[in-house]
C-alpha cells in the first residue's frame, strides 16, 4: 500500500509495542505542591516509614534467632518446675516424719521416767522401812518445776531416824530432787510401835556425764551370759 504524507516535516509516530512504565516526575510534583504542612507531614511519614524499617527489620531478625533458644529455656523451665514440685513433695513428707520422729522422741524421753524412780526409791530405802503407797502428784500452783514428774511415798519405819536417812539418800539419786517430808506419826501395829510418813519428791532428768548409754539388746546379752534372766531363773 502506497502511504502519502500531507505534513510535511512532520515526524511519524511509530506504534507502540506493549504497555509502557513511566516514573512520576517528582521534581514537578514538587514544584506544584505550594503548601509546606504538606511537605513537613509527607516528610514525617517518609522518615517514620524509613525509621519502622530500619527498627522493625533487624528486631525481626534477631527475634527469629533466639526463637529456638527461647524454647530451650521453656522447656528447662517446665523441667525445674516439675522438680520444685516433686521437691515440695518429699519436703512435705519429710515434715511429716520429723512430726512423728518428734512424738516418738518425746514418748521415748518419758519412757524411763517411773523405772528410774522406783529404782532410786529401792536404793534409798533404809532398813526395817518399807513402802505403802508410791503415786503421781500434781504439781503446785506457782512450782517452777511443774514441768517434771512429782511423786508421794507413803510408807512406815520401826526408826524415826531412818526417815531422814531415807530423806538423804533420795537428794542423793541423780533422778529425784526436791525430797522433803510432808508429814510424820506414830500408830500402833501388830502390837509394836511404828513411824508412819508421807515424803514428796519430783523426778529431775541427770547429768548425762553420769550415765552410761548402751544398747538393749547388749544388756540383755550380757544378762543371760551371766546367768541372769528367763535362761539363769531356769537353771537354778
Given at each position: 500500500m502506497i502511504e502519502i504524507n500531507l505534513l510535511p516535516g512532520a515526524k511519524r509516530r511509530r506504534g507502540a509495542k506493549g504497555v509502557a512504565f513511566q516514573m512520576p516526575d517528582f521534581k514537578a510534583l514538587l514544584t506544584?505542591?505550594?503548601?509546606p504542612w504538606l511537605i513537613a507531614c509527607v516528610a514525617t511519614w517518609t522518615l517514620v516509614i524509613a525509621g519502622f524499617g530500619l527498627l522493625y527489620l533487624p528486631r525481626r531478625t534477631e527475634i527469629g534467632r533466639l526463637q529456638p533458644r527461647l524454647d530451650d529455656v521453656?522447656?528447662?523451665?517446665q523441667s525445674l518446675e516439675q522438680a520444685l514440685r516433686?521437691?515440695?513433695g518429699f519436703e512435705a513428707?519429710?515434715?511429716?516424719?520429723?512430726?512423728?520422729?518428734?512424738?516418738?522422741?518425746d514418748i521415748?524421753?518419758?519412757?524411763?521416767?517411773?523405772?528410774?524412780?522406783?529404782?532410786?526409791?529401792?536404793?534409798?530405802?533404809?532398813?526395817?522401812?518399807?513402802?505403802?503407797?508410791?503415786?503421781?502428784?500434781?504439781?503446785e500452783a506457782g512450782d517452777a518445776a511443774s514441768?517434771?514428774?512429782?511423786?508421794?511415798?507413803?510408807?512406815?519405819?520401826?526408826?524415826?531416824?531412818?526417815?531422814?536417812?531415807f530423806v538423804r539418800n533420795l537428794e542423793?539419786?541423780?533422778?529425784?530432787?526436791?525430797?522433803?517430808?510432808?508429814?510424820?506419826?506414830a500408830v500402833n501395829e501388830q502390837?509394836?510401835?511404828?513411824?508412819?510418813?508421807?515424803l514428796s519428791a519430783r523426778y529431775q532428768v541427770p547429768d548425762t556425764a553420769l550415765l552410761t548409754m548402751e544398747p538393749l539388746a547388749a544388756s540383755v546379752v550380757r544378762g543371760v551370759r551371766s546367768g541372769g534372766g528367763a535362761r539363769g531363773a531356769r537353771g537354778r
Open positions: 506544584t505542591v505550594k503548601d521453656k522447656a528447662e523451665a516433686v521437691r515440695q513428707k519429710r515434715d511429716t516424719v520429723e512430726g512423728q520422729i518428734g512424738v516418738i522422741r521415748d524421753r518419758d519412757r524411763y521416767t517411773w523405772p528410774h524412780i522406783l529404782d532410786a526409791i529401792a536404793k534409798a530405802l533404809p532398813p526395817y522401812t518399807w513402802l505403802d503407797d508410791v503415786t503421781s502428784m500434781a504439781a514441768s517434771t514428774t512429782g511423786f508421794q511415798i507413803t510408807g512406815k519405819s520401826a526408826d524415826i531416824q531412818a526417815i531422814t536417812r542423793e539419786s541423780p533422778f529425784i530432787e526436791g525430797a522433803t517430808t510432808r508429814s510424820t506419826g502390837g509394836r510401835n511404828v513411824f508412819t510418813f508421807i
